[in-house]
C-alpha cells in the first residue's frame, strides 16, 4: 500500500514528464490521488449503435458504425472545412470539420470501418455531426463497452494529443496499480448509518461503472461527502466567528424608529417587510454580530426596511451607512430617505465621488465628530480618509457589486464590526446561499406590496414594429412614460452606442411630439444624472438607456420596459429590467424585442420571461441553462469553492443532508475531539490546507 497523495503523477506508466507537466498545467494534476479524483464529466452509454436513418436533431450523441466515402473541401476563409460522407449503408450523414484539417484527411481512410460519435446538428437543412470522434471499428465489442468515461480536456492539451481517451487510459492503468482499498475518508458510523459505497467502491465505480445505477450511488457517495466538508468548514468558521467578535447590542426600541412606524409611513408594510425587520432586530439585540442576507425581488420594499433598520442603530445611539453600487442610486436612496424622514431630527448627508470641495468636508467632518447619522454614499465611504465616530450599522446594496475585501473595509471603521445587512435583488437559489453564504442568515421578502399587477411580459420580433409603437402611444397618453433599453458590452461598445443612438433618432422621428431622454455608459456623469433626472421628474416621458439603469431605479409612472435585442441580454438581466416597471398600481408591460432566428436557448429565455414573474424560479432557469459559475453574484463572493463533482443547482436535496449531518457533528462534538471523528477533523485540515483560505471570508 502506497500514499496516493505522495505519488507523483509523472511515474504512472504511460505518463512520464512532458505529458506529467501537461497534467500539472491544465488539469492541475500533480499526483495519483489528483488522477484518481479527476472525475469524467459524462458517461455515455456506448453498447447501442444508431442508424443514421434514426437521427435527429434532438439527440444528444448518437453512434454509428459504416464507413467514408468520400472527403471534400467546402468553403473558404474562416468558413473553410472538410466534410466527409460517411455511410452506414443505408443513409448518408455529414460528418463535418473546421479545424485540424490536414490530421483528419491523413488519420482517416475511406472505405474503413469505423465507429463515429457525436452530436446530431443541422445545417442548411441536412443533418450532420460537428468534430465527431472516430475509432476503428475492429477490435470494438460494443456489449463490454458499458457506460464510458469522458473527461475534460483542454485546448492545448487536445494539441498535445492529449485527449479524454488518453485520461481514460490513464485512469484504468492507475486503477489496476492501486492492488489495495483505498482507505476510508468518512467515520465508519456515518457509512453504516448512510448506506453509503465505501470510497474505495465509489472511486472505482465513478470512472468505470457498469449500471447506471451504481454510478449514481458512486456519484451520490462523492458528492455527499464533498459537500459535507463544505458545511463542516463553514459551521466551524462560523462559530470560530461567533467567538471573536462580539457584536454591538441595540437594545432600545426608540423614538426614531417609534415616530417613523407611527407617523411617518406612508403605507402599511407588508407582512414580509415586517418580518424581516424583526429578524433583524433580533439580531442586533443579540450580542453577536449580525451578517445578514436579505433578499427581495426587485420591488419588494428593500429600501424601507434597510431605513427602519438603521433607525434602530441611531436610537441606540450609532451611526449608519448604507452603500450603493453606483451614483444615481445613492442620491435616490438619499432623495428617498429625506423625504421619507420629513422633518424627523436626522441628520442624513450623501458622499459619493461626485461630492468635494467645502461639501465633502463638512460631510466627513460631521461624520468624525457623529453629528452625520446617516450616510448614503457609493464606493466612495471605503476611502481612508471616511471616519465614522460611533459606526453601528452597515447596509450594502445590491450586494453583487460588492465583494468581500469591501466588507472587510467597512468593518475596520468600527471597534467592534458593524452590524451587516446585505440587500440583493438577485435571486440567489437557497441551495447556492447555503453554500456561498454557509454563514451568513438569510431573510427573504417574498411579497410584494399590494395592489401591484403583474407585469406583462410579451415578446415580439424586431421586423414588426408597428404594434409595439401602438403600444408605447396608448401608454403615454394615458400619462405614463416608457423605458427603451439597449445592450451594451465593452467588446462590441461603439456598435452597441451607435445602435442606441439610431434607435433614439428612429423614436425622435416616430413621436416628434414627445420629449425623449437619453443615457448611456459613455457619456460624462453629470450629463447622465441631468437626462436621469428629466426622465424621473416626468419631463421627459421617454429614456432611451442602456443598462446603466439595470440597478435600482424607481419611477413608477413607468409602465412599459422595451428591451431592445432582448437575446443578448442574461435572464437575471431581463428580470432585473423588467423590476423597472410595475412598481406603481398601474398595468405594466415588459417589450422582449429580438430577431426572427434565436437559438434554442434564447427562445427558451424569452419563454421563461413570458411565462413568469417569479425571481427565484428564474433564477433556478438561469442557474440550469448557465450553470451556477456563471450566476451573477457569485463571482464576487470570494468564496472559490473546489467543488469537483458536487453540482449546488441539482444537488440541493444532497446539500441539505450534508449540512443536517454537519450541524448534527458539531453539536454533538463540539471541540472536534472525538475519536470516532478523527478522520473528519484530520481530512478537513487537509482539504483546507489545500483550497481556501477560510479566515478571510467574512
Ligand atoms: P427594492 O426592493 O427593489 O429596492 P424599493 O425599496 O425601491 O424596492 O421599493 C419599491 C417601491 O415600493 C417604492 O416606491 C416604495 O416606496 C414602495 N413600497 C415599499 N414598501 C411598500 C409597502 N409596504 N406598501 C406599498 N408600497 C411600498
Ligand atoms: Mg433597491
Redesign the pocket.
Known amino acids: 500500500m502506497f500514499d496516493l497523495a505522495k505519488q507523483d503523477i509523472k511515474y504512472l506508466p504511460g505518463v512520464g514528464p512532458q505529458r506529467a507537466k501537461l497534467l500539472n498545467d491544465e488539469l492541475q494534476i500533480f499526483t495519483y490521488q489528483d488522477l484518481l479524483y479527476t472525475f469524467p464529466y459524462k458517461h455515455i452509454d456506448r453498447s447501442r449503435l444508431y442508424a443514421v436513418r434514426e437521427l435527429t436533431t434532438d439527440m444528444p450523441y448518437v453512434q454509428l458504425k459504416g464507413r467514408i466515402l468520400s472527403f471534400e473541401t467546402e468553403g473558404e476563409g474562416r468558413k473553410r472545412r472538410i466534410v466527409a460522407h460517411f455511410t452506414d449503408g443505408y443513409g448518408v450523414v455529414d460528418l463535418v470539420w473546421f479545424n485540424g484539417l490536414k490530421y483528419i484527411i491523413s488519420a482517416y481512410k475511406v472505405q474503413t470501418e469505423y465507429i463515429v460519435f457525436g452530436r446530431p446538428s443541422a445545417f442548411n437543412g441536412r443533418i450532420n455531426i460537428v468534430h465527431p470522434d472516430i475509432e476503428p471499428a475492429d477490435g470494438l465489442r460494443l456489449n463490454t463497452l458499458g457506460l464510458r468515461p469522458y473527461y475534460t480536456t483542454t485546448e492545448k492539451m487536445k494539441r498535445k494529443g492529449v485527449n479524454s481517451r488518453t485520461l481514460e487510459n490513464l485512469t484504468t492503468a492507475l486503477l489496476q496499480k492501486i492492488d489495495f482499498p483505498i482507505p476510508e475518508t468518512l467515520p465508519e458510523y456515518l457509512v453504516g448509518e448512510l448506506c453509503l459505497m465505501s470510497l474505495d467502491t465509489a472511486l472505482r465505480t465513478v470512472h468505470y461503472p457498469q449500471k447506471a445505477e451504481e454510478l449514481k450511488r458512486a456519484q451520490y457517495r462523492l458528492k455527499f461527502e464533498e459537500l459535507l466538508y463544505v458545511q463542516l468548514g463553514i459551521l466551524r468558521y462560523a462559530k470560530e466567528r461567533l467567538k471573536k467578535y462580539r457584536g454591538y447590542v441595540f437594545s432600545v426600541v426608540g423614538d426614531l424608529f417609534r415616530t417613523f412606524y407611527a407617523s411617518r409611513l406612508?403605507?402599511?408594510?407588508?407582512a414580509a417587510?415586517k418580518r424581516v425587520i424583526r429578524e433583524i432586530r433580533h439580531d442586533m439585540g443579540s450580542g453577536r454580530q449580525m451578517n445578514r442576507l436579505l433578499q427581495?425581488?426587485?420591488?419588494?420594499?428593500?429600501?424601507?426596511v434597510a431605513l427602519m433598520s438603521m433607525l434602530i442603530a441611531l436610537d441606540n445611539g450609532f451611526q449608519a451607512c448604507i452603500v450603493a453600487p453606483t451614483e444615481i442610486l445613492a442620491e435616490q436612496h438619499y432623495a428617498t430617505f429625506l423625504k421619507m424622514l420629513g422633518d424627523m431630527p436626522v441628520r442624513t448627508e450623501l458622499l459619493t465621488g461626485t461630492v468635494k470641495g467645502r461639501r465633502r468636508r463638512e460631510v466627513l467632518e460631521g461624520l468624525e465628530n457623529g453629528t452625520v447619522q446617516i450616510l448614503v454614499g457609493t464606493h466612495a465611504v471605503l476611502e481612508d480618509n471616511v471616519v465614522f465616530r460611533r459606526l453601528g450599522m452597515v447596509v450594502i446594496d445590491e450586494q453583487h457589486r460588492f465583494g468581500v475585501a469591501q466588507r472587510a473595509k467597512m468593518w475596520r471603521k468600527s471597534i467592534q464590526p458593524p452590524h451587516v445587512l446585505v440587500?440583493t435583488?438577485t435571486p440567489i437559489p437557497r441551495t447556492l446561499a447555503m453554500t456561498v453564504y454557509g454563514d451568513l442568515d438569510v431573510s427573504v421578502?417574498d411579497e410584494l406590496?399590494?395592489?401591484r399587477k403583474p407585469v406583462r411580459t410579451i415578446h415580439r420580433f424586431e421586423n414588426k414594429p408597428a404594434e409595439l409603437y401602438q403600444l408605447m402611444q396608448h401608454e403615454i397618453n394615458a400619462g405614463r412614460q416608457v423605458y427603451v433599453v439597449y445592450p451594451l458590452i465593452k467588446e462590441s461598445e461603439k456598435i452597441d452606442i451607435q445602435n442606441l443612438e439610431k434607435g433614439y433618432e428612429q423614436l425622435c422621428r416616430d413621436f416628434p411630439h414627445l420629449r425623449i431622454s437619453r443615457v448611456h455608459g459613455k457619456m460624462k456623469s453629470i450629463e447622465k444624472d441631468e437626462e436621469m433626472q428629466r426622465f424621473v421628474s416626468g419631463e421627459t416621458q421617454i429614456l432611451v438607456a442602456t443598462t446603466v439603469i439595470e440597478v435600482?431605479v424607481?419611477v413608477?409612472n413607468a409602465t412599459v420596459m422595451v428591451i431592445e435585442n432582448a437575446e443578448r441580454f442574461g435572464l437575471a438581466q431581463l428580470h432585473q429590467l423588467r423590476?423597472r416597471v410595475g412598481?406603481g398600481g398601474d398595468q405594466s408591460y415588459c417589450i422582449l424585442v429580438t430577431k426572427y432566428q434565436l437559438a434554442a436557448d434564447t427562445r427558451k429565455r424569452m419563454q421563461i420571461m413570458t411565462e413568469t414573474n417569479d425571481g427565484f424560479e428564474i433564477a433556478e432557469a438561469d442557474m440550469k441553462l448557465r450553470g451556477p459559475g456563471d450566476l451573477e453574484g457569485t463571482q464576487q463572493s470570494g468564496v472559490a469553492f473546489d467543488l469537483k463533482i458536487a453540482d449546488i443547482v441539482r444537488d440541493g436535496q444532497i446539500l441539505q443532508m450534508a449540512r443536517i449531518i454537519a450541524e448534527r457533528i458539531l453539536e454533538d462534538d463540539p471541540h472536534c475531539a472525538k475519536i470516532d471523528n478523527e478522520i473528519l477533523w484530520k481530512r478537513l485540515r487537509q482539504i483546507q490546507q489545500k483550497n481556501v483560505n477560510w479566515s478571510s471570508i467574512s
Open positions: 406612508p403605507f402599511e408594510l407588508t417587510q427581495g425581488d426587485v420591488g419588494s420594499g428593500k429600501t424601507l440587500m435583488a421578502i406590496p399590494p395592489g435600482g424607481n413608477p423590476g412598481r
